[in-house]
């Protein structure tokens, strides 16, 4: 095999979940055409619900594609396979079991001598920076340094291609620059024998201090929207002018031609955003700083939000109305500096009128319960129906979120503890009759 040759090949590669009718199939990934050559390090970003984890998934062999296939080395692969490794996001170790003993674990399963084994978990727990920590057990350590056992773990079985998913982000902000700075250390001095890294994550900023190339997907279905290569020098100043501009031009990539928000569905996947974000983000945009008008780059550091946290509030504002996002920049509608001038009780009022006007889940759960006698529905109902739509785990995030924006508008009462929507709230009759 050349260098010229790919060590991980993606052919229009779709993934579904949840049906066995394809009228009812959840589509998560679609026609991914994709490759990893060896001395590379590709990035993946994408939105909150775009597929990234999945698509790591089926290149390692854990979950299989729904059609297309993917070749590693010219292989399709079926199942797990020796030459790739996989570090997590959650660091995934056995308490019972010492740091020497959960690196051990691979190469236990590939039956490599006890020797030999012993000899390369040592190594590895060296290289990885936790000499001396051999005999502890994973609660008697850091989360930093739990995942550096993650990535002895995934590194001792000497790997061509290494697979993160988010491994840096259940950390805090100084270990997981730590961390990171440490791997690529060991990257570009080449003492990890890793051909190639694929990381997915969730951060520009820590995508554009580590990869060669940038692949950005568009979500519902996830699909590759753009490829970015990156040609700064490490180690790169996440300061200088032009890696801000590079940070800039992912953020445009990600909003471009996003159009009006607008749904049709109840089965919509509404963004998980609090009412609270909600609100803060319109106060901060319509500070006198950005007087309604915002750079999502510039927004996002003052606000210390990474993409999968600040995409789905401002995704949320865009479905609602309260704003429009297009090419790296929020701009705020007219209308919302009512609500913003706004009184608490008014403010209710506008936020339940677009709720009701955008959101047709919010229509309907109005509108069955002032249909019922007694004016109460559980929520039993609402999650089978949108179970027509997303998965079960997803039917019950769904509901959640609307259950957040109605209870703040005052359209309806839910009680968690009986999973009963009713019409207990002042006004909420009104509103739901006249629509």
Not at 155 to 170: I, R
Not at 299 to 324: C, G, M, N, S, Y
């Amino acid at each position: 095999m050349s260098d010229a040759d790919p060590l991980i090949e993606l052919r229009q590669v779709s993934k579904s979940f949840g049906a066995t009718d394809r009228a009812d199939e959840i589509l998560v990934l679609k026609d991914i055409d994709f490759s990893l050559h060896p001395g590379e390090i590709v990035a993946i970003l994408g939105r909150s619900g775009c597929g990234k984890s999945t698509l790591l998934r089926i290149i390692c062999g854990l979950t299989r594609a729904s059609s297309g296939v993917a070749l590693y080395r010219g292989q399709p692969v079926t199942a797990p396979v020796a030459g790739i490794s996989m570090v997590f996001q959650t660091f995934g170790l056995f308490p019972w079991l010492t740091v020497l003993e959960n690196v051990e674990l691979g190469l236990e399963a590939l039956k490599v001598p006890g020797p030999e084994r012993r000899q390369r978990a040592l190594a590895a727990i060296d290289m990885i920076g936790l000499d001396g920590f051999e005999s502890a057990y994973p609660k008697e350590l850091s989360g930093g340094m739990r995942q550096r056992v993650g990535f002895a773990r995934a590194l001792v079985v000497n790997p061509d291609v290494l697979l993160m998913d988010e491994a840096f982000s259940a950390l805090d902000v100084p270990t997981s620059e730590t961390l990171r700075g440490d791997l690529l250390d060991l990257w570009l001095e080449r003492q990890i024998p890793t051909r190639a890294i694929l990381m997915v994550s969730h951060s520009i900023e820590e995508t554009l201090m580590i990869a060669d190339r940038v692949v950005i997907l568009d979500s519902n279905p996830g699909r590759v929207k753009a490829q970015l290569q990156i040609t700064l020098k490490h180690p790169r100043d996440d300061l200088a002018p032009a890696f801000r501009r590079l940070v800039e031009e992912v953020y445009e990539i990600m909003t471009a031609a996003a159009g009006e928000q607008r749904i049709s569905s109840i089965g919509h996947r509404l963004p998980a955003a609090h009412v609270a974000q909600l609100l803060g983000l319109l106060d901060e945009v319509n500070h006198p700083t950005y007087q309604g008008r915002a750079d999502l780059s510039a927004l996002a550091d003052a606000l210390k939000l990474a993409v999968d946290r600040l995409f789905p509030i401002i995704e949320a504002l865009q479905l609602l109305d309260f704003a429009q996002v297009a090419d790296g920049e929020i701009r705020l509608n007219p209308h919302s500096q009512a609500f913003l001038d706004a009184d608490i009780q008014r403010r209710k009022m506008i936020f339940g009128e677009h709720l009701l006007r955008r959101v047709p889940l919010a229509a309907h759960i109005c509108r069955v319960i002032d249909e019922r006698p007694g004016q109460r529905a559980p929520e039993s109902r609402f999650l089978r129906e949108l179970e027509d739509f997303v998965s079960e785990e997803e039917a019950e995030r769904v509901l959640h979120v609307i259950v957040d924006w109605g209870r703040y508008a005052e359209l309806f009462a839910f009680d968690y503890q009986t999973g009963i929507f009713s019409a207990e709230n002042p006004g909420a009759e009104g509103q739901a009759d006249n629509h």
